[in-house]
């Protein structure tokens, strides 16, 4: 299971004005913001955007001033793939060291949507000695519950996170783990494609073959 929410696209005006600056073509800016306050990339820049996009990375530069902010929610084992991608990201997480004892186990805090019937009774079995020893931990302080309860801790066990991104750096997610076995990188991806301008500056590979 994955959740994406409250994604923010910023700073696009000012990296495809960054975009001009190699030829001084600003007086061919055309983008404007509509009335909702969003950014609309004119006929003009559009063509230079999607040129330098499908152009490769030593072209695209301005993508890596475009960034992008979101909230995911991914279980663990998620999230130690998602670290590969440790250049051009920054994550706040929602912390498991501080908040682990804070609220009742339940299957609802897990990602365990594709297990088995016998998977699931293993779980519940699981949750149910976490929710013990999370009781236990809160009535006696004795460290030895908070120990069972972060080492027990399963990895489809679902954490939040605040991350900020780039352009550049969801054309390489999005290129790397589309066709991925885990499911929740599809729902990444979906999410990737639904950004602004996401066909002509991130689905680059597409836009060069037409």
């Not at 120990?147 to 399963?154: K, S």
């Not at 352009?167 to 999005?174: A, G, K, S």
């Amino acid at each position: 299971m994955l959740t994406v929410e409250r994604i923010s696209v910023m700073n696009m005006e000012n990296a495809i004005r960054g975009a001009r600056n190699p030829m001084n073509s600003w007086a061919r800016m055309d983008s404007t913001y509509n009335e909702k306050g969003e950014f609309v990339l004119g006929e003009n820049d559009l063509s230079l955007a999607r040129r330098l996009a499908t152009a490769g990375s030593d072209h695209r530069k301005f993508l890596r001033q475009i960034f992008v902010s979101m909230d995911i929610t991914a279980p663990l084992y998620w999230w130690k793939e998602f670290d590969t991608y440790k250049v051009g990201t920054v994550a706040n997480s929602c912390s498991t060291m501080h908040k682990i004892s804070a609220k009742e186990f339940t299957r609802d805090d897990f990602s365990c949507d594709r297990m088995s019937e016998e998977g699931l009774a293993v779980l519940d079995t699981v949750i149910a000695f976490m929710e013990r020893e999370r009781q236990a931990y809160n009535e006696t302080k004795d460290l030895s519950h908070w120990h069972n309860m972060i080492q027990m801790l399963p990895t489809s066990f679902n954490q939040m996170r605040t991350v900020s991104m780039n352009y550049e750096v969801l054309i390489n997610i999005y290129y790397a783990r589309r066709h991925h076995k885990l499911a929740e990188w599809h729902t990444l991806c979906d999410a990737i494609t639904a950004l602004p301008y996401a066909k002509e500056l991130i689905l680059v590979k597409e836009e060069a073959h037409g």
